[in-house]
């Protein structure tokens, strides 16, 4: 996907935000002004899908940008499901897309009856 | 930790902000928790940081903003900010996380300053990558300076989404087309209500310099339009409508919807509070006193557009009401010259709402924008569409939690905030009875998600 999507107005960009941050999305480092949301870095990034849906496995991205449709669930530092237009994007963050519904392995211990 | 306040304030946007600093100058011990970084709420999102220049873009409506935020952070009142309220009991406990913590907190008197949410515009392909609420977008362009690069089609009506378009041609990003769904009837039913609206003349003609800018830029604008679908296989292509009897198909990326905002409803319904549906805005609206009492509760209140949609400056003037009603029941000496304290603000509200009816006739969405054709999807977390609920009230299914039994319906992760009025009302238009007799989810805590380890943080034992 080479389009351009998203950028940042003009009018801010000459203005100093909290510096830059670099976080990590699927593997690759990526960068974006500080003090913004997860979801709007992704957005400036070109990250268009966030997620696939656990039902159908379409892929989602963030509609309401307010914590209000859960449609920009992410992993974040290992935790999942975290609403990403709600959360500050931070350095050094690890990132990742949610992939359809989670399956847990069942692990039979030694002393399980 | 388990903390006590005199007030809790849920919310630091237009309403709850100016009840705080009301609230924390008559020395009572206020307690903000807010679920941003920042103060202002969505109208007035990040206005204590904005640049000068993002301000520009985002006009004086905005930058009004900034005097309420100051008063507020100048005062007393406690900014609990990044706090998320997952649980209100009817008692004024409340249960929110903080940093992966969760903290336990009770109050003698609670506002709920909660505001408003865009309403669902369930149209075909709205679930595709590349779809988001014009709201949505304005909420990137406040809070992170984010525009879009490309040029994006702008569909569906109500105040916003001009606003919106008028923003973004001041921040010069391309718009490929507007696309107003407002039906040219509404129009004149509502020509009573704007004479009434007289004294609102500045707003009319605010808005009417709006859409003179976008038909300035020479931006295709379509009035009237019908049947928008949004194309693509894993993300928008184009916009498909039909104009005056004709189909159109405009190819775009990127594509903004907006049909008005509604009251977010989550805490009083969580509340079991008694709510009545509105015909003139179409959705919920908790039943309250002039002064935002929450009916048959004590010490609960509702300030702002959680009261229904009455805008920014309403919602300043609910929030001053509240905290007249809070201040009388903290402080019973006062009780005496609450009427004569609150008669100045409420004739500000009258004012303030004074365009409420001419807006509200000329927007109401179109019947077929708030009740989609069968194959639409209505409930996007667990992709039920709008004919599996007509398929369930053929089966003899009365109401939401039925529906929601049957088919997961509006029990994924935004547990039914993106379906929940469209379910009643495809209920309701089915059995052909009122809104108010099919009702509404049952919503139950935790309102967001979380974990075991955030829930075992608690370190109150009835927890």
């Given at each position: 996907m080479?389009?351009?999507?998203?950028?940042?107005?003009?009018?801010?960009?000459?203005?100093?935000?909290?510096?830059?941050?670099?976080?990590?999305?699927?593997?690759?480092?990526?960068?974006?002004?500080?003090?913004i949301?997860?979801?709007?870095?992704?957005?400036?990034?070109?990250?268009?899908?966030?997620?696939?849906?656990?039902?159908?496995?379409q892929?989602?991205?963030?509609?309401?940008?307010?914590?209000?449709?859960?449609?920009?669930?992410?992993?974040?530092?290992?935790?999942q499901n975290?609403?990403?237009?709600?959360?500050?994007?931070?350095?050094?963050?690890?990132?990742r897309?949610?992939?359809?519904?989670?399956t847990?392995?069942?692990?039979?211990?030694?002393?399980a009856? | 930790?388990?903390?006590?306040?005199?007030?809790?304030?849920i919310?630091?946007?237009?309403?709850?902000?100016?009840?705080?600093?009301?609230?924390?100058a008559?020395?009572?011990?206020?307690?903000?928790?807010?679920?941003?970084?920042?103060?202002?709420?969505?109208?007035?999102?990040?206005?204590?940081?904005?640049?000068?220049?993002?301000?520009?873009?985002l006009?004086?409506?905005?930058?009004?903003?900034?005097?309420?935020?100051?008063?507020?952070?100048?005062?007393?009142?406690?900014?609990?900010?990044?706090?998320?309220?997952?649980?209100?009991?009817?008692?004024?406990?409340?249960?929110?996380l903080?940093?992966?913590?969760?903290?336990?907190?009770?109050?003698?008197?609670?506002?709920?300053?909660?505001?408003?949410?865009?309403?669902?515009?369930?149209?075909?392909?709205?679930?595709?990558?590349?779809v988001?609420?014009?709201g949505?977008?304005?909420?990137?362009?406040?809070?992170?300076?984010?525009?879009?690069?490309?040029?994006?089609?702008?569909?569906?009506?109500g105040?916003?989404?001009?606003?919106?378009?008028?923003?973004?041609?001041?921040?010069?990003?391309?718009?490929?087309?507007?696309?107003?769904?407002?039906?040219?009837?509404?129009?004149?039913?509502?020509a009573?209500?704007?004479?009434k609206?007289?004294?609102?003349?500045?707003?009319?003609?605010?808005?009417?310099?709006?859409?003179?800018?976008?038909?300035?830029?020479?931006?295709p604008?379509?009035?009237?339009?019908?049947?928008?679908?949004?194309?693509?296989?894993?993300?928008?292509?184009a916009?498909e409508?039909?104009?005056?009897?004709?189909?159109?198909?405009?190819?775009?990326?990127?594509?903004?919807?907006?049909?008005?905002?509604?009251?977010n409803?989550?805490?009083?319904?969580?509340?079991?509070?008694d709510?009545?549906?509105?015909?003139?805005?179409?959705?919920?609206?908790?039943?309250?006193?002039?002064?935002?009492?929450?009916?048959?509760?004590?010490?609960?209140?509702?300030a702002?557009?959680?009261?229904?949609?009455?805008?920014?400056?309403?919602?300043v003037?609910?929030?001053?009401?509240?905290?007249?009603?809070v201040?009388?029941q903290?402080?019973?000496?006062?009780?005496?010259?609450?009427?004569?304290?609150?008669a100045?603000?409420m004739?500000?509200?009258?004012?303030?709402?004074?365009?409420?009816?001419?807006?509200?006739?000329?927007?109401?969405?179109?019947?077929?924008?708030?009740?989609?054709?069968?194959?639409?999807?209505v409930?996007?977390?667990e992709?039920?569409?709008a004919?599996?609920?007509?398929?369930?009230?053929?089966?003899?299914?009365?109401?939401?939690?039925?529906a929601?039994?049957?088919?997961?319906c509006?029990?994924?992760?935004?547990?039914?905030?993106?379906?929940?009025?469209?379910?009643?009302?495809?209920?309701?238009?089915?059995l052909?009875?009122?809104?108010?007799?099919?009702?509404?989810?049952?919503?139950?805590?935790?309102?967001?998600?979380?974990?075991?380890?955030?829930?075992?943080?608690?370190?109150?034992?009835?927890?």
């Amino acid at each position: 996907m080479n389009t351009i999507l998203f950028k940042t107005v003009q009018a801010d960009a000459n203005t100093a935000r909290s510096g830059t941050v670099s976080f990590e999305f699927e593997g690759r480092i990526l960068t974006a002004p500080g003090g913004i949301s997860v979801a709007a870095a992704l957005m400036q990034n070109q990250v268009l899908q966030f997620r696939d849906s656990p039902v159908s496995g379409q892929p989602r991205a963030p509609y309401c940008q307010m914590g209000i449709c859960f449609e920009c669930l992410v992993q974040i530092n290992g935790v999942q499901n975290r609403q990403a237009c709600m959360i500050t994007v931070e350095e050094g963050m690890k990132i990742r897309m949610q992939h359809g519904q989670t399956t847990f392995a069942i692990v039979q211990t030694e002393d399980a009856e | 930790m388990s903390v006590q306040a005199d007030v809790a304030i849920i919310g630091a946007g237009p309403a709850g902000m100016i009840a705080a600093t009301r609230l924390a100058a008559r020395n009572h011990n206020v307690v903000v928790l807010d679920e941003q970084a920042q103060a202002g709420g969505q109208i007035w999102r990040n206005i204590t940081r904005t640049s000068t220049g993002l301000a520009g873009i985002l006009g004086p409506d905005y930058a009004a903003g900034a005097t309420v935020a100051q008063q507020f952070m100048a005062s007393s009142a406690q900014h609990i900010h990044g706090a998320t309220v997952w649980n209100l009991t009817r008692d004024r406990q409340l249960h929110y996380l903080q940093n992966g913590q969760t903290h336990v907190l009770s109050a003698r008197a609670v506002i709920l300053a909660t505001g408003a949410m865009e309403r669902p515009f369930p149209v075909p392909g709205w679930t595709l990558p590349g779809v988001m609420g014009a709201g949505a977008a304005q909420v990137l362009l406040k809070g992170a300076g984010t525009v879009p690069a490309t040029p994006v089609v702008v569909a569906g009506c109500g105040p916003l989404l001009y606003l919106l378009c008028w923003q973004y041609l001041r921040a010069g990003v391309p718009i490929a087309a507007v696309l107003d769904t407002s039906a040219g009837t509404h129009i004149f039913a509502a020509a009573p209500a704007l004479l009434k609206g007289w004294t609102a003349f500045k707003d009319i003609r605010k808005g009417l310099s709006m859409i003179q800018a976008i038909r300035r830029h020479n931006i295709p604008f379509y009035r009237g339009v019908q049947h928008v679908q949004v194309l693509g296989d894993t993300r928008v292509s184009a916009v498909e409508f039909e104009h005056r009897g004709k189909t159109h198909r405009i190819a775009s990326d990127l594509v903004l919807l907006h049909q008005g905002v509604v009251p977010n409803t989550q805490f009083t319904w969580l509340l079991r509070a008694d709510h009545a549906w509105s015909d003139a805005q179409a959705c919920w609206i908790p039943r309250t006193d002039p002064w935002g009492r929450l009916k048959d509760m004590e010490g609960i209140y509702l300030a702002g557009d959680g009261q229904g949609i009455a805008g920014a400056q309403a919602a300043v003037t609910r929030g001053e009401l509240a905290a007249l009603a809070v201040h009388s029941q903290l402080d019973p000496q006062h009780a005496s010259s609450l009427d004569t304290e609150s008669a100045p603000f409420m004739a500000q509200l009258k004012q303030d709402m004074a365009l409420r009816p001419f807006l509200d006739a000329a927007y109401l969405p179109r019947r077929e924008n708030r009740i989609p054709q069968d194959s639409t999807i209505v409930c996007r977390c667990e992709e039920v569409t709008a004919g599996q609920i007509r398929d369930f009230v053929r089966q003899g299914c009365m109401g939401p939690n039925q529906a929601k039994s049957f088919s997961r319906c509006g029990m994924g992760p935004c547990q039914g905030r993106m379906c929940g009025l469209t379910v009643t009302e495809v209920i309701a238009d089915q059995l052909n009875i009122k809104q108010d007799a099919v009702g509404y989810y049952r919503i139950r805590a935790p309102l967001k998600p979380v974990t075991l380890a955030e829930l075992a943080s608690a370190t109150d034992p009835d927890l």
